[in-house]
């Protein structure tokens, strides 16, 4: 573990019994295939050129079709299995959760057991670095080690992962090859879309695919600040301006705990009961593998075995 990297992990008081085991199939929340073709049918408008952040209102530059949410959940921490899956499960959604290999099974990060159990449900596990490494400042062996290995240590585990969020949303041009010689088929950042407070002039939501798949845009992410209503407005911005993919960050999901990036699960579950009956209208809920798509592919022996051997690598971006 790198303590001084690690401002927003764990800590907080989720001691509660787990959630119950679902016994009955689940229920889809999206029909993965239609939602894609119907996107994939705006991916020509989705491509229109974009304009500058900073300042002015963008305009009607971003994509037409249906909206599409991706719940995602980043760090691992033991409130996702406690608060975030009940919730999920009660609505018929499933979630994408970033988890950290260094950490799990850590006191008050998620168990390998419980990520099996999320993985069964038909929530998606995808990696975030061995230690929630800060990428850009790493050489690219410790890159390596923290992309590639948590990749390969978490595929140890059963899990089938292919997606990536950036730690603190710190990436560059060689984080994101890097992201992708390990094998991964997009990379999720934070910030990039219309928020409260910031990025007034951004796009407000992403295009489907994303114009840089290893450089996914999202609002900020919830934290104490955040309402039902700036969640329902991240949605409600992109229906209004011709629909997108809107992939939303959350952190910690508990009641009373001491973390700063944290909503309650009341929040959490008020979002939900409103967003649920959305589908009817178009906007519907995906994993981020159900938007991104593509293969489960290995993680290169040379990338897993060190690092340093990528600087040869194939750009596969
Ligand atoms: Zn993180």
Known sequence: MAPAVTPHRGGERGTASPPARARRPRRPAVRTASLLLALAATAGTALAPQPAAGGTHPGPNGPTGPTVVSLTFDDGSEDHYLHVLPSLREHGMTGTFYVNSGRVGAPGYLTAAQLRALAAEGHEIGGHTADHARLTELDEAERGHQICDDRAALLDLGLPVRNFAHPFGADSPEVRRQVARCGYNSARDI??????????????????????????????SADERTTLATLQEYVLQAERNGGGWVPIVFHHVCDACSESLVITPETFDAFLDWLRPRAAAGTTVATVDGVIGGPLRPVPATASASGAELAGARRTD
């Open 191 to 220: 910030g990039g879309i219309v928020s409260p407070g910031s990025c007034s002039g951004c796009r407000h939501a992403e295009p489907v695919p994303p114009p840089d798949r290893y450089g996914v845009r999202t609002p900020d």
